[in-house]
Antibody, heavy 116, light 110 residues
Framework: QVQLQESGPGLVKPSETLSLTCAVS????????WTWVRQPPGKGLEWIAE???????HYNPSLKSRVTMSVDKSKDQFSLNLTSVTAADTAVYYC??????????WGQGTLVTVSS | QTVVTQEPSFSVSPGGTVTLTCGLN?????????PSWYQQTPGQAPRTLIY???TRSSGVPDRFSGSILGNKAALTITGAQSTDESDYYC??????????FGGGTKLTVL
């Protein structure tokens, strides 16, 4: 059973870069797609991006100019960078595996607040 | 802009049947969009219920079923239980590696 765990700062200042990492255990990071999904407080889910460790990435068109995903296979983890954040980027950020065009094996989520 | 539509809220009686839908502003939803459904209770990560239109994820009770109804994807709960009171989200695969979630349906069982 694949397990995922998000980590990163819980507070980011406006205009700075949000950086999160997702640690993968119990499965191969090299042979799956990995994804980030976020949920603003009291609102719905928003797909952010996905990556295949071979290097292919796909980004939400509405966030594409600010988002970068990367994978560190040596550490069995993948990361999300979101630049120029505003209060609208305050959300719980989830990492998950994307398999067969579904999201499974979700992390528990981490709340990131954008505030000065 | 792609918008995936869901009923904001729905209510069902215990033991009753409810069908939640997932539509698309620019097209009919078909199996080509690989609709998936997720259940989320407050403070918890989403749980995958259905994928590829009608395949139940491991451990999901068979009272949950997925289908295409008309031009929408549908999630039907047959014999609703109090534990089914949750938020339900659908997601569509738009091609090119892009996914879009619906706005979610808050299901009340009472």
């Amino acid at each position: 059973q694949v397990q995922l765990q998000e980590s990163g700062p819980g507070l980011v200042k406006p205009s700075e870069t949000l950086s999160l990492t997702c640690a993968v255990s119990g499965g191969s990071i090299s042979s799956n797609w990995w994804t980030w999904v976020r949920q603003p407080p009291g609102k719905g889910l928003e797909w952010i991006a996905e990556i295949y460790p071979g290097g292919t990435t796909h980004y939400n068109p509405s966030l594409k100019s600010r988002v970068t995903m990367s994978v560190d296979k040596s550490k069995d983890q993948f990361s999300l960078n979101l630049t120029s954040v505003t209060a609208a980027d305050t959300a719980v950020y989830y990492c998950a595996r994307a398999l067969s065009k579904k999201f499974d094996s979700w992390g528990q989520g981490t709340l990131v607040t954008v505030s000065s | 802009q792609t918008v995936v539509t869901q009923e904001p809220s729905f209510s069902v009686s215990p033991g009753g049947t409810v069908t939640l839908t997932c539509g698309l502003n620019s097209d009919s939803v078909s199996t080509n969009y690989y609709p998936s459904w997720y259940q989320q209770t407050p403070g918890q990560a989403p749980r995958t219920l259905i994928y590829n239109t009608n395949t139940r994820s491991s451990g999901v009770p068979d009272r949950f079923s997925g289908s295409i109804l008309g031009n929408k994807a549908a999630l039907t709960i047959t014999g609703a239980q109090s534990t089914d009171e949750s938020d339900y989200y659908c997601a569509l695969f738009m091609g090119g590696g892009i996914y879009v979630f619906g706005g979610g349906t808050k299901l009340t069982v009472l």
